[in-house]
Structures are given as structure tokens and as C-alpha cells.
């Protein structure tokens, strides 16, 4: 079987889908698959990136305007398309889901008795009604309201297939917008690479560049420093039991790992601190970690917390899992019900009662309970967001 992925951008610093992409791919050749990749990236660009992946890469060029318009991509499809099995369009709301729709269409009419491919969609997220609520995204909601009925109805609709993550990113998928009618749904979860197992050197690494005790327990956000994620919540939340003389002395330290700080919401943040000497005493704030540092971090950590408002899936969640580490997530978060059915975690409506209430509810666990609730998590981890698994239920799903 061969299998096109269409994607916007690939460079590997913005994660995300092109990472999920990556995830499978070992899994899939082992099951004699061949996938490539068309993207809207200058192809030096991507040499310098150095993905040691056995894929190949289409490079189209840069996108013009907003709508990542670029004009090789329906001549590219309508001559190539009919030489794959199967097409995965990642993402919607650019030129891309457009220029997809149209090549098909095209390729059935002017050569119905050529090989079409199916076409399946993964939005990851993008059909998720908090993009249309929130107070912050007006316009952007409004243009997607038109856009919706324009062309990516015909879309959805027109699709072999939907593809989601989680189980919760296809029910809300569901409640967004009207004329939301696909052909078929179909829920195949999200592969996660196994962690690399934690060595000293790791730990030992991650404690000397950071200044942190070792000894000291600590609670981890890892994610980007931005409103949707929460990081405000739960600042006030861990300054209201801090300054709760039934739970001071249990709270552990805050390690705060992510980009975003110098932005507008992270110079709030800042601020917030500052005014809070006693919250900012237990607050240590990482910046941006990757690779081996990321991990020590999570393996050391007591547990990982994110309230956040929206997230379609959470890598760094699953990742957590994957080290045997319980998530205090929020409703909002999509993989909860998988994380919650198994035991993996604490689950909070994203808001402060809720974030305070999951952080002492953690608190008040004995370390036996939250040991047993490490092990549970990495059992989701195994069940849910293993690469493995989640490669076969892709193939029997586009088969």
C-alpha cells in the first residue's frame, strides 16, 4: 500500500502533526507500507532539518498568503495521485483541503478509468467547537464559519473517511458545525514514541544545568506558555493551597517548562510571580526543553499537570504516561476519558475550583496510591497511544 500525506509545513520545531507522522513510520514499513509527503516547504530547508525517516518528501515551495496558497499542489495531484492507494489530508481551514478536494473531483471525471485513491481527512483537532467559542478567536471563528460552508463541508462530506485521535475529539467534532455529515468516522488513536529509558547522567544532567535539588518533589507543566493552556489557572490554584495550612506542607515544587514567556501572556505571568514572593519561591521556570532534558524532567517529576481549555490530544500528556507519571488534566483536554477509564490520572473541569481540587485531591493520595496510579498510567500509554497499536488500527481503518 502506498500512502500520500498531504501537510502544510514539516519543520520538526513546530511538532505536532508532522511528528504524529513520524511516530508510525518504522511501524508501518515493518507492515509493508510506503508513505511520501507533499508539503508547502523548500526542499534545502528540509534537507537541513535532518529527518533520518525513510519517507520521501515532495517539496512544493513556499505557500503565498494566509491561505497557504500554492499553486503546485493541484497539477502535482492530479498527475500523481492516481500512483497512491491512499491520501491523508492533515488539517483543514488552508488551501490544502481545497486543492485535495478539487484534484479528486477532477481525476474522477477526466479519467474516471485511472486508479483514484481514497481520500481521508485527520483534522486534528480542527473541527473542535472551542475554536468557535472563545472570545479571543471572534474573527477567526467568523471566518471559519463562512469557510466551513464554502468549501470545507464539501470536504468533510465528501471524504473516504474522518480520522481522529481520540474518542472525544470525535464527538465534539460532531456538535461544531451544521451539514457535518461524513461518510464515515472512525476513531484510530494517536502513536506515541516510547521514551528512552532514564540514566544518571540524565537525571544528573537535568538537576546540575537547572540548579534543582534532586531530593525536592516537584510537579511538571510542559507545554507552551500560552492562554489556552492554562499556566494562569493553576498559578492561582497552587497559590490558594500553598496559603491553605492544611496542605502547605505537602505542596511540592513547581517546574514550569515550555516557550512562550517572553510573550504578552508570559510577561502576565511574570508579573503575577513577582507580586506572590511566596509562590515564586517554589516556581522554577525551565524554558523550552527538548530531547534528553525534556525526559529527565518528566521522569522526576511527581506527576505531570495541564489545565488546559483545549487539547485535541497532548503529546506531552501521553508522554507522561509513557514514564509512568499520572496527568492532573482538565475535561478539555480530549485523551481524558482514555486517562480517566484507566486510572492514569486526575480529571478537573478547567477551571479554578477544579485545578485546585485536583491538586489537593493528589496531595491527600498516599505514595502507595500514587504509585498505583503511575503504573495505570503507563498502562493507557500501552493501551491507547502506543505506536504499534495505533499503526495497525491506521491501516485497518483506510484498508
Not at 481520500?119 to 471572534?138: A, E, N, T
Not at 517546574?255 to 517572553?262: L, N, Q, R, T
Amino acid at each position: 500500500m502506498k500512502i500520500l500525506h498531504i501537510i502544510s509545513g514539516v519543520n520538526p520545531k513546530n511538532g505536532g502533526p508532522i511528528q504524529g507522522i513520524r511516530n508510525y513510520q518504522n511501524d508501518l514499513v515493518h507492515l509493508g507500507i510506503e508513505r511520501h509527503i507533499v508539503t508547502f516547504e523548500e526542499l534545502k530547508e528540509i534537507e537541513l532539518w535532518g529527518f533520518q525517516d525513510s519517507f520521501q518528501f515532495h517539496a512544493l515551495g513556499k505557500p503565498r498568503t494566509s491561505w497557504h496558497y500554492n499553486a503546485a499542489l493541484i497539477p502535482f495531484l492530479k498527475k500523481e495521485a492516481p500512483n497512491f492507494d491512499i491520501i491523508i489530508l492533515n488539517g483543514l481551514w488552508s488551501y490544502q483541503s481545497y486543492a485535495a478536494l478539487k484534484a479528486i473531483i477532477w481525476l474522477k471525471k477526466i479519467e474516471p478509468n485511472k486508479k483514484i485513491p481514497k481520500l481521508f481527512v485527520m483534522p486534528h483537532g480542527m473541527l473542535d467547537p472551542w475554536f468557535q467559542k472563545d472570545k479571543s478567536r471572534r474573527w477567526k471563528a467568523l471566518r471559519n464559519y463562512f469557510y466551513w460552508h464554502l468549501i470545507e463541508k464539501k470536504v468533510i462530506n465528501t471524504a473516504d473517511g474522518i480520522l481522529f485521535t481520540c474518542e472525544e475529539e470525535m464527538l465534539l467534532a460532531r456538535t461544531t458545525f451544521s451539514g457535518y455529515c461524513p461518510k464515515k468516522e472512525i476513531n484510530i488513536g494517536y502513536g506515541i514514541q516510547a521514551p528512552p529509558p532514564l540514566s544518571e547522567l540524565m537525571k544528573s544532567d537535568f538537576h546540575i544545568k537547572y540548579s534543582l535539588e534532586s531530593k525536592e518533589p516537584y510537579l511538571l507543566f510542559l507545554s507552551r506558555i500560552h492562554p489556552k493552556k492554562g499556566l494562569d489557572l493553576l498559578l492561582n490554584a497552587y497559590s490558594e493551597v500553598l496559603n491553605n495550612s492544611e496542605f502547605a506542607n505537602k505542596v511540592p515544587n513547581l517546574v514550569i517548562a515550555g516557550p512562550g514567556i517572553e510573550t504578552r501572556y508570559g510577561k502576565k505571568l511574570l508579573d503575577y510571580l513577582d507580586k506572590n514572593p511566596k509562590v515564586n519561591a517554589k516556581v522554577f521556570l525551565l524554558g523550552h526543553l527538548l530531547g534528553d532534558i525534556k525526559w529527565a524532567a518528566i521522569y522526576g517529576c511527581e506527576a505531570f499537570i495541564l489545565p488546559s481549555h483545549q487539547e485535541n490530544f497532548g503529546i506531552a500528556v501521553a508522554d507522561a504516561l509513557a514514564c509512568y507519571k499520572p496527568v492532573l488534566i482538565t475535561t478539555k483536554v480530549n485523551i481524558y476519558r482514555e486517562i480517566e477509564q484507566g486510572g492514569g490520572g486526575l480529571i478537573s473541569e478547567d477551571n479554578l475550583v477544579g485545578t485546585i481540587e485536583n491538586l489537593k485531591k493528589w496531595m491527600d493520595l498516599s505514595n502507595e496510591a500514587k504509585l498505583k496510579m503511575g503504573q495505570d498510567a503507563f498502562l493507557v500509554y500501552k493501551k491507547h497511544f502506543g505506536v504499534k497499536n495505533a499503526a495497525i488500527r491506521l491501516i485497518e481503518a483506510i484498508k
